[in-house]
């Protein structure tokens, strides 16, 4: 049986969160929309950017156009910060080579766009065991939606069943439940355990994964 995992890359490849929070606060305060509440942020962190800055400033306040250039901007910052101090995650190479020689499919489905995921997967020299890259740009629906992760499986040419996916966000996990896929939660960054709850194994590190751990996830 072909089994394939799919990586969410903010927080669960790259320790991306802070840097994230940075370019957001600069955002708003160079447009001089209000501070956001960290709580708010961390509810909505993971999922695509036109519905969070609504969720967080209102709608109908840029057009999409507008929309469109300040995203842009921000990514654009996002990347300069995580470039300049790449935070990978303890295990994430390591697992990742695990997991390919084992004969497993490897797929990104992430709500970023292609440059952020990019950066991510050329700096840990990671993008040649990867079938499928499925970024923000590729889907209409943002997680809690599945469709992601259904792409990033039809890509691979792997049923939605025979796969399991990371994520450290509750959108995440929730997207990959409603897909039929094996979920895996990663606590201690963005959400904590108890938020994850919903995962079918909540671990605190890649460490703590293994081909063969992912393999028994998929056969319950």
């Given at each position: 049986?072909?089994?394939?995992?799919?990586?969410?890359?903010?927080?669960?490849?790259?320790?991306?969160?802070?840097?994230?929070?940075?370019?957001?606060?600069?955002?708003?305060a160079?447009?001089?929309?209000?501070?956001?509440?960290?709580?708010?942020?961390?509810?909505?962190?993971?999922?695509?950017?036109?519905?969070?800055?609504?969720?967080?400033?209102?709608?109908?306040?840029?057009?999409?156009?507008?929309?469109?250039?300040?995203?842009?901007?921000r990514?654009?910052?996002?990347?300069?910060?995580?470039?300049?101090?790449?935070?990978?995650?303890?295990?994430?190479?390591?697992?990742?080579?695990?997991?390919?020689?084992?004969?497993?499919?490897?797929?990104?489905g992430?709500?970023?766009?292609?440059?952020?995921?990019?950066?991510?997967?050329?700096?840990?020299?990671?993008?040649?065991?990867?079938?499928?890259?499925?970024?923000?740009?590729?889907?209409?629906?943002?997680?809690?939606?599945?469709?992601?992760?259904?792409?990033?499986?039809?890509?691979?040419?792997?049923?939605?069943?025979?796969?399991?996916?990371?994520?450290?966000?509750?959108?995440?996990?929730?997207?990959?439940?409603?897909?039929?896929?094996?979920?895996?939660?990663?606590?201690?960054?963005?959400?904590?355990?108890?938020?994850?709850?919903?995962?079918?194994?909540?671990?605190?590190?890649?460490?703590?994964?293994?081909?063969?751990?992912?393999?028994?996830?998929?056969?319950?």
């Amino acid at each position: 049986m072909k089994c394939a995992v799919i990586f969410d890359v903010d927080g669960v490849l790259v320790d991306s969160y802070a840097a994230h929070r940075e370019a957001w606060r600069a955002m708003a305060a160079a447009e001089g929309l209000p501070l956001f509440e960290e709580a708010d942020f961390r509810r909505l962190f993971g999922t695509l950017s036109k519905p969070m800055m609504e969720s967080l400033w209102g709608a109908g306040r840029y057009t999409d156009a507008q929309l469109a250039v300040l995203n842009d901007r921000r990514e654009a910052a996002y990347r300069e910060i995580v470039a300049a101090d790449f935070p990978a995650m303890p295990g994430a190479c390591e697992l990742l080579a695990a997991l390919h020689a084992d004969g497993f499919g490897l797929a990104v489905g992430s709500s970023g766009p292609p440059e952020n995921v990019g950066l991510v997967l050329d700096r840990l020299r990671v993008r040649p065991l990867f079938g499928a890259v499925v970024t923000g740009r590729d889907v209409r629906q943002g997680k809690p939606d599945p469709e992601v992760f259904l792409t990033a499986a039809a890509r691979l040419g792997v049923a939605p069943e025979c796969c399991a996916v990371v994520e450290d966000a509750p959108p995440g996990v929730a997207a990959a439940n409603r897909a039929g896929m094996a979920s895996i939660g990663m606590a201690g960054g963005q959400a904590p355990a108890r938020d994850l709850a919903a995962a079918r194994l909540v671990v605190q590190t890649l460490v703590e994964l293994s081909p063969a751990v992912i393999r028994r996830l998929i056969g319950r």
